[in-house]
């Protein structure tokens, strides 16, 4: 019998491939509806990631149901260890593409060692912060990312605590893609998504997400049509830091400080202004970017903010066991336990 030849077409994906049968139970109005339709639709165009290689990790949360809602393989875990458990799935298992979904109280609070340390070792991890500055699922008090003064269930006189900024966390933390997005701007949230998931090494994406039971409205400056302009600065690679509605706007350096500019006759020029470089190996000027969110009259940055490659933990750790096994060859574990000071309790 003549050898058949089958033809094997490449099925093209779409985001209902993406979409699990469990009906999607937050909130109306809530934010985390329009992470998970940009996650669904931006998966599809991934290259060179395969559905059945995608796992998604968590911790507590309304964020946390996220893997119930994708459908790829998924671990709901225990209150801000999913950066743990993602860094045991992928050192496990290098080839899988692990994706983290928590909350700023579940990363950055009870997480926030496990966060640091992902960070520090470059794991190939993507973590994305639904960050809405106050604590849903246990309804409403304050959490690490709630603005100083903050009237909330556990702070009725207001907060007295000063809140983390979670990107300069991730900058000085030493992960290597840290990026910024808006729930509402279904766009350049895909962009950021897919970037996160082309970088190799530990890709961070921080998420304003509205909360509309407990916190509503809390990043409408940024998201309405007719503040946003004036209020969100989009970092391009390559490009001078503009903004405003009529893009008369800009960031300079004045000395070490970013200070905002008015572009126009006898005013500055484009020129003047400070060039956006996410490739940049240095943190300095990423993290002075940063903080322009601590001063009320400065633009919120959006987009990525460094970009960099260093070596990363799982692909060192397969290496350095790969090289102990070509000297010593494979171990055996009786040995190991019975090597050095040993003793029988009888």
């Known amino acids: 019998m003549a050898d058949q030849v089958i033809d094997i077409k490449e099925i093209k994906l779409t985001s209902k491939d993406f979409a699990s049968d469990q009906d999607v139970r937050w909130c109306p109005g809530c934010g985390d509806y329009s992470i998970l339709a940009q996650v669904q639709r931006s998966f599809p ?17 309304c964020s946390s149901r ?23 799935v992928k050192a496990s298992r290098p080839e899988l593409s692990v994706w983290v979904a928590a909350g700023d109280g579940d ?13 520090r070792r470059n794991i190939d991890l993507k973590l994305l912060l639904f960050n809405n500055r106050i604590y849903g699922l246990t309804k409403g008090q304050y959490s690490p990312t709630s603005e100083k003064g903050k009237i909330t269930k556990t702070s009725p006189f207001g907060s007295i605590d000063f809140p983390f900024n979670p990107v300069s966390l991730a900058l000085g933390s030493g992960a290597t893609f840290v ?18 998931a082309d970088h190799k090494g530990t890709a961070f994406v921080e998420i304003f997400q509205n909360c509309s039971i407990f916190n509503d ?3 409408d400056v940024l998201t309405d049509k007719k503040t946003k302009d004036d209020n969100v600065l989009v970092l391009e690679h390559g490009k001078p830091m503009l903004f ?15 200070k905002v500019v008015e572009i126009g006759p006898g005013k500055h020029k484009i020129e003047d ?22 001063d009320p009259s400065m633009p919120t940055p959006i987009g990525v903010f460094r970009q960099v490659s260093k070596s ?3 692909a060192d750790m397969e290496s350095q066991i790969a090289d102990v096994k070509l000297k010593k060859g494979e171990g055996d574990l009786e040995k190991l336990l019975f090597a050095g000071s040993t003793w029988e309790v009888n």
Request: glycine fraction near 12%; charged fraction near 20%; charge should be neutral.
């Open 45 to 61: 165009d991934m290259v060179g990631i395969k559905k059945e290689n995608i796992v998604w990790v968590s911790g507590i949360g």
């Open 66 to 88: 996220f893997p119930y809602y994708m459908n790829t393989y998924g671990f709901h875990g225990i209150h801000g260890r999913a950066p743990a458990i993602a860094t045991g």
């Open 107 to 119: 990363l950055l609070s009870i997480g926030g060692n496990h966060f640091i340390h992902a960070c």
């Open 179 to 196: 990026a910024r997005s808006l729930d509402r701007d279904a766009k350049h949230l895909q962009e950021m998504i897919k970037r996160a």
């Open 217 to 219: 409205g809390v990043f």
């Open 244 to 258: 405003g509605t009529d893009k008369n706007k800009g960031i300079m350096m004045d000395g070490a400080k970013p």
């Open 273 to 294: 202004l400070l060039v956006h470089n996410e490739f940049d190996y240095s943190p300095i000027v990423a993290t002075l970017l940063s903080h322009l969110t601590d």
């Open 312 to 314: 990363t933990y799982d």
